[in-house]
């Protein structure tokens, strides 16, 4: 059946009775945060966004990445599709049993993502209409593409507060929990 996370997300706080919320999101949950915030800004109290994934952005090619990437989906190298993930995702631990465990779960929902996930009109073009108290955190081992249009997405968006963290990968809720989770009280004011 055909979703997007924005509208589950809705859906999910306005069947909890939640008008507004505080939304933290990281890598395609940053994304959806700031999608919502785009979208329905009256619903976004805050955003903390962990290395968030920014639909819209014009990912440059990389022919040899998506051409290693292809041969190991033809193949159904499943191994070799983590280590690949990995290579590029968990550069801080690649030896990591958390990060493993995540990546697994995420290619095991990626072929459904792939089919049923509609996407909702960019963000990137309306990033300056984020009225949200807005913080982001980027690792700088985290895929270097990623940290780019991070680092262009802060800037875009009003009065972000941009907070580099320095030999984490895509994982900083693993790799920095109590930053993260001071980030988040603070963002939230408790």
């Known amino acids: 059946m055909p979703y997007t996370i924005v509208d589950d997300a809705l859906a999910v706080l306005d069947h909890c009775g939640v008008r ?5 999101g990281c890598s395609m949950g940053g994304g959806a ?14 955003l903390t966004l962990l290395c968030p994934g920014v639909n819209g952005y014009d990912w440059p090619d990389e022919p040899e990445l998506e051409a290693e990437y292809e041969g190991l989906v ?28 995540l990546m697994r779960a995420a ?12 996407k909702v009109e960019s963000t990137w073009e309306r990033l300056s209409t984020i009225v949200a108290p807005t913080v982001m955190l980027v690792g700088d081992l985290d895929n270097p593409t990623l940290v780019a249009a ?28 109590e930053l993260v989770l001071t980030t988040v009280r603070r963002q939230i004011g408790v």
Do not use: K, T
């Open 20 to 24: 507004e919320a505080h939304l933290v």
């Open 33 to 46: 945060s700031m999608d919502i915030a785009v979208l329905h800004p009256d619903r976004v109290l805050s």
């Open 74 to 101: 033809g193949a159904d190298d499943q191994d070799g599709l983590l280590r690949f993930g990995l290579r590029l995702w968990a550069a801080s631990d690649l030896d990591d049993a958390r990060v493993i465990a």
């Open 150 to 177: 991070d680092l262009e997405a802060a800037e875009r968006i009003p009065g972000c507060e941009l907070v580099m963290l320095p030999g984490v990968d895509h994982y900083p809720m693993l790799r920095e929990p």
């Open 107 to 118: 290619g095991d929902a990626q072929a459904n993502e792939e089919a049923f996930q509609r």
